[in-house]
């Protein structure tokens, strides 16, 4: 079997990676098995900056795991706010702020409007930022960081859409059980 380290692939000088970053250029352009095989036959790569351990099941996706970004809008009105009911786990048919994931490309602040108008049918403006949320265990689905905005209504008709099975204003004195941390984000408000 022919090295995966040198020969094929990417050429360097040596034909051999001589750095962390032409060694990641040679792992993204091989496949593992191979490239692991080729490295039980001959020394590991060392790195000046830290030692290399190849992982059969490895994934560049590992190495740079962070959080998933969401968005939720406090939409307040008369001592009273604007919940959904959601229609799918986690949480189904808990009531929650409307809000969810923020697209690859998109502005958190776009997410806010276009997930409110999604699920309540509601044109909104932010007016301010109410906070960040980062606990890991805030969803259970792994761990999310949200960015919650208190908005105002500037247009449309509340009804539930999207992933959620209805909308709703409540009074903010007088709140159902509610999913995710969203309690702790409404008594964000009077602070």
């Known amino acids: 079997m022919t090295s995966p380290l040198r020969g094929e692939g990417p050429r360097f000088k040596s034909g051999r990676a001589q750095n962390k970053f032409e060694f990641e250029a040679l792992v993204q352009t091989h496949d593992k098995q191979q490239l692991v095989g080729a490295l039980k ?3 590991p790569f060392k790195c000046p900056c830290k030692p290399i351990q190849i992982n059969p099941n490895y994934s560049m996706a590992d190495e740079y795991r962070s959080p998933k970004v969401t968005t939720d809008a406090v939409i307040v009105k008369d001592e009273r706010v604007v919940l959904v009911k959601r229609l799918n786990p986690p949480y189904q048919d808990m009531w929650a702020l409307p809000g969810g994931f923020v697209d690859y490309g998109e502005k ?3 997410a806010c409007v276009r997930e409110a108008r999604e699920e309540t049918s509601l044109d909104v403006k932010i007016k301010k930022l109410v906070g960040v949320y980062s606990d890991p265990g805030r969803d259970p689905r792994g761990h999310t960081v949200g960015v919650a905005y208190l908005c105002e209504v500037v ?3 509340l009804e539930g859409g999207d992933d959620a099975k209805e909308a709703q204003w409540f009074p903010l004195n ?3 059980k509610l999913a995710f941390d969203h309690v702790e984000i409404i008594n964000d408000l009077s602070q």
């Open 41 to 43: 036959e001959q020394s």
């Open 108 to 110: 958190v602040e776009d």
């Open 155 to 157: 247009g449309g008709k």
């Open 174 to 176: 007088k709140l159902p």
